[in-house]
Each structure stands twice: as structure tokens, then as C-alpha cells.
């Protein structure tokens, strides 16, 4: 009975400790759906609209999108110098990440400033990164061009920017450089979570060195790698305002990406005629594209055991 008495009187706190809770979130939950929700809802809307922003959208159906998939051939040529880009940079980022990580963890406290020096690209402004690599592979005055020469291997200046390997090479060692250590710290948190314990009986089990890594590390840190994996992925997919500050799409918009290609006819930049409707069309697309490329991922390393 006193039990129950003093459960009741707990009552009106469990109440007021809500309000407040929810008071406390409706900032963010109301900014969350004007810059998440509202913007969805735009798309949707003007997807099938022949509309640039200012005059009477005009309806025209599934128009923008059969343009897309019969007369745009630069879409998809984005699409798979996204797709290029990404693949690229993930093969050496997330192992380089989980090395460093590995490292890090094996220096304890004394890998402090090395954890310090390797996080702070992540912390600069994507635009500023975009800007330090385009002057570092100049053609005349790049320093890595001075470099190269210096060590005599090559004989004369090479043109990063005019070819668009080379341009997609410079955007996707830039893009290693600044996410390598966001990625590295994931990794090193997870790593720290692994006992100790398994290790010390691996060890006395005669399990060492590299399967040691594969057998104990590597299934411990599986729901940390599965996120950092995904996070990566939809990251890459994404990448807009590095490219915009290196390349802009340069040589001839063999560079181009398909967020920076959409962007462009939302804003009209680089001479395009501005087209909210065929935008928001090219919006709808690539969304339904990565929402599949993430269903399939999360299916696929769910069949992987990442989290066992």
C-alpha cells in the first residue's frame, strides 16, 4: 500500500519531466522539419512542373523525368564520376582510417598529439580544403608539381586540372584528407571498446598478429564499421561543395558530380538557365538512387555478420 501511495504521487513529476523534456527538444524538431521536411515536400511538388523559380509553374507530368532518362546524357555522366569518385577514395580511406586507428590505440596517451594533428582537417571549411589542394596542384606554381620536378620525376609541369582523371584523382585525395580523421576516430573509439580480456586469451590460445585482428578486432568493431562504412558512402555520394571550390566541374564539366549538376540548375550557376522543376526532378532520382544504395549496403552486411 505505502508502495503504491508513493508510486501515485511520482505521477505528476513523470508529467511535468515530459512538458520539459519536450520543450526542450521543439527548437530543434520544429528546425529539423522546416530544413528537412519542407524542402522534401518542395521536390515532390515541382518535380513535375516546368517552373524556374519566379513565373507560373506550369504542369507538364512526367515530363522532367523522361528527359532525365532519354535526353540527358550528362546526368548520368555525373552519376558515374560520382560513383568513380567514391569507390576510389573509400578503398583507401576507411583502411586508412582503421590502420591509424590501430596504431593510435597501441601508442596510448603518447599518440595524444597524433590524434590532435590528423583530426584538424575535419574541423576546416570543405570550401577552404577545395581551395589548399586546387593552389598545391597548380600547373606553373603548385607546390607538388615543384616537388616532382625537384625529385626529377617528371620533366616538366603536369596539367592536373586538364584532364579529368588527374582533376578527379586531386578531388579525391582532398577528400581523403579531410575526412580520414573523423573516420579514424570512429574507428579508434570502437577500438577501445574491445576488452582487453579477449586478447589476453587469444594470446595464450596461440592467436597472434593479423588473426588475431581478423578474429577478435575486426567482429567486436563490426556495428562501429558498419555506420562509419554507411556514413562514408552516403558522404561521398553527396560531395558537392569541395568539388564547386576545386574543379566547378572543370575540364569541360567532365569533373561535374551529379549534387554539384543539380545544384547548378537550381541556381543557375556556371551560364545554366535556371530550372527549379527539372532540379527538383534530378532531387527526386538521386534520393530514390541512394536510399536504394543504402538498402542494399545495410541488406548486404547484414548477410556479411558485420554485427555478430
Same mark, same amino acid.
Given at each position: 500500500?505505502?508502495?503504491?501511495?508513493?508510486?501515485? =504521487? +511520482?505521477?505528476?513529476?513523470? !508529467?511535468?519531466?515530459?512538458? $520539459?523534456?519536450?520543450?526542450?527538444?521543439? *527548437?530543434?524538431?520544429?528546425?529539423? /522539419?522546416?530544413?528537412?521536411?519542407?524542402?522534401?515536400?518542395?521536390?515532390?511538388?515541382?518535380?513535375?512542373?516546368?517552373?524556374? !523559380?519566379?513565373?507560373? @509553374?506550369?504542369?507538364? !507530368?512526367?515530363?522532367?523525368?523522361?528527359?532525365?532518362?532519354?535526353?540527358?546524357?550528362?546526368?548520368?555522366? +555525373?552519376?558515374?564520376?560520382?560513383?568513380?569518385? =567514391?569507390?576510389?577514395?573509400?578503398?583507401? %580511406?576507411?583502411?586508412?582510417?582503421?590502420?591509424?586507428?590501430?596504431?593510435? $590505440?597501441? $601508442?596510448?596517451?603518447?599518440? !595524444?598529439?597524433?590524434?590532435?594533428?590528423?583530426?584538424?582537417?575535419?574541423?576546416?571549411?570543405?570550401?577552404?580544403?577545395?581551395?589548399?589542394?586546387?593552389?598545391?596542384?597548380?600547373?606553373?606554381?603548385?607546390?607538388?608539381?615543384?616537388?616532382?620536378?625537384?625529385?626529377?620525376?617528371? +620533366?616538366? *609541369?603536369?596539367?592536373?586540372?586538364?584532364?579529368?582523371?588527374?582533376?578527379?584523382?586531386?578531388?579525391?585525395?582532398?577528400?581523403?584528407?579531410?575526412?580520414?580523421?573523423?573516420?579514424?576516430?570512429?574507428?579508434?573509439?570502437?577500438? $577501445?571498446?574491445?576488452?582487453?580480456?579477449?586478447? %589476453?586469451?587469444?594470446?595464450?590460445?596461440?592467436?597472434?598478429?593479423?588473426? #588475431?585482428?581478423?578474429?577478435?578486432?575486426?567482429?567486436?568493431?563490426? *556495428?562501429?564499421? #558498419?555506420?562509419?562504412?554507411?556514413?562514408?558512402?552516403?558522404?561521398?555520394?553527396?560531395?558537392?561543395?569541395?568539388?564547386? @571550390?576545386?574543379?566547378?566541374?572543370? *575540364?569541360?564539366?567532365?569533373?561535374?558530380?551529379?549534387?554539384?549538376?543539380?545544384?547548378?540548375?537550381?541556381?543557375?550557376?556556371?551560364?545554366? #538557365?535556371?530550372?527549379?522543376?527539372?532540379?527538383?526532378?534530378? +532531387?527526386?532520382?538521386?534520393?530514390?538512387?541512394?536510399?536504394?544504395?543504402? /538498402?542494399?549496403?545495410?541488406?548486404? =552486411?547484414?548477410?556479411?555478420?558485420? %554485427?555478430?
Amino acid at each position: 500500500m505505502k508502495q503504491s501511495i508513493q508510486s501515485n =504521487s +511520482s505521477l505528476p513529476w513523470i !508529467g511535468r519531466d515530459s512538458t $520539459q523534456a519536450v520543450l526542450m527538444i521543439l *527548437p530543434m524538431l520544429i528546425g529539423f /522539419f522546416i530544413f528537412t521536411y519542407c524542402p522534401i515536400l518542395y521536390i515532390l511538388r515541382y518535380a513535375l512542373f516546368d517552373y524556374n !523559380g519566379f513565373a507560373h @509553374a506550369t504542369f507538364t !507530368g512526367p515530363n522532367n523525368l523522361i528527359r532525365i532518362f532519354q535526353r540527358d546524357p550528362a546526368y548520368w555522366d +555525373s552519376v558515374l564520376n560520382t560513383l568513380v569518385l =567514391s569507390g576510389g577514395k573509400l578503398l583507401i %580511406e576507411i583502411p586508412l582510417a582503421l590502420l591509424l586507428a590501430v596504431l593510435l $590505440q597501441r $601508442q596510448g596517451k603518447t599518440g !595524444g598529439g597524433f590524434r590532435v594533428t590528423l583530426f584538424l582537417p575535419t574541423i576546416i571549411s570543405t570550401a577552404i580544403v577545395g581551395l589548399i589542394f586546387t593552389l598545391m596542384f597548380g600547373a606553373t606554381q603548385g607546390i607538388v608539381n615543384m616537388m616532382l620536378m625537384k625529385i626529377h620525376l617528371i +620533366s616538366r *609541369p603536369i596539367d592536373w586540372m586538364g584532364s579529368k582523371w588527374t582533376a578527379l584523382a586531386m578531388i579525391g585525395f582532398a577528400s581523403i584528407w579531410a575526412y580520414v580523421g573523423i573516420n579514424m576516430i570512429f574507428f579508434l573509439m570502437a577500438l $577501445q571498446g574491445v576488452p582487453r580480456e579477449l586478447y %589476453e586469451c587469444a594470446t595464450l590460445d596461440g592467436c597472434t598478429g593479423f588473426k #588475431r585482428f581478423v578474429r577478435i578486432t575486426l567482429p567486436m568493431i563490426g *556495428p562501429i564499421f #558498419r555506420v562509419v562504412l554507411l556514413n562514408a558512402i552516403i558522404g561521398s555520394l553527396k560531395v558537392t561543395d569541395l568539388v564547386l @571550390a576545386s574543379t566547378n566541374g572543370q *575540364p569541360g564539366g567532365k569533373t561535374e558530380v551529379v549534387m554539384t549538376y543539380v545544384f547548378k540548375y537550381f541556381t543557375g550557376m556556371s551560364g545554366r #538557365r535556371i530550372e527549379v522543376g527539372y532540379a527538383s526532378a534530378m +532531387s527526386l532520382v538521386t534520393g530514390i538512387f541512394l536510399a536504394a544504395m543504402s /538498402f542494399f549496403y545495410l541488406k548486404a =552486411s547484414k548477410k556479411m555478420n558485420l %554485427e555478430d
